[in-house]
């Protein structure tokens, strides 16, 4: 076996990650829907993790719930999400050739973007059931995309602080990508 033969390609896998991502995402909606009334709640951990149903016509975390023009604003968002996942996908085929921390995250961004926007394509708004307190700080209630989304950032940032990849040279495409 030589040494020097190229990695095997991980863009298919990333994309997989992805996918489960969205499945997970739509499946867990579909179940809350269908089991929680809207506005109610299964306690899980008393005072400090609850199921709900919530519908958030806004941001992650309830961003922008209140604003004045509610149609611009899901537009707005919805237009960004598209174009954030449209630009993620392009990241992630010209740098996902191999398994690293960043391509990983790409794929959570990626298929917690996409989890979210669906919802707002189809619904007009985002599902919304996990409702975490600690202490008595009321965390906003989120879902799986955000989840997805939160850890893959979270990822990039850790990647960028710790990976001595990401201070010797910036991230270029490989030369023999078609993309």
Same mark, same amino acid.
């Given at each position: ?14 994309? @997989?990650?992805? @996918? ?31 199921? &709900? ?5 806004? @941001? ?17 968002? &919805? ?5 954030? +996942? ?20 790409? @794929? ?6 996409i989890g979210n926007v669906w919802d707002r394509l189809r619904y007009g ?19 799986? +995309? ?8 979270i990822l990039l940032v850790l990647d960028a602080l710790f990976s001595p ?15």
């Open positions: 076996m030589s040494t020097n033969s190229p990695a095997r390609d991980r863009r298919l896998w990333l994309l @997989a990650i992805t @996918a489960l991502i969205v499945l997970c995402d739509r499946l867990s909606k579909a179940w809350i829907v269908r089991h929680i009334p809207e506005g109610d709640a299964i306690p899980v951990i008393d005072h400090i993790f609850r199921l &709900t149903h919530v519908r958030n016509p806004g @941001a992650a975390f309830s961003m922008f719930v209140d604003t004045t023009r509610p149609g611009l604003t899901h537009w707005i968002l &919805t237009g960004f999400s598209l174009v954030a +996942a449209l630009v993620v996908l392009i990241i992630l085929l010209r740098i996902g050739r191999r398994f690293t921390a960043t391509t990983i995250a790409l @794929a959570l961004i990626l298929g917690g973007t708004l985002v599902t919304d059931f996990l409702e975490v307190h600690i202490v008595h700080y009321h965390w906003p209630d989120f879902n799986l +995309a955000d989840s997805a989304i939160v850890i893959g950032g990849a990401s201070h010797d040279s910036p991230v270029a495409p490989d030369p023999k990508s078609k993309l």
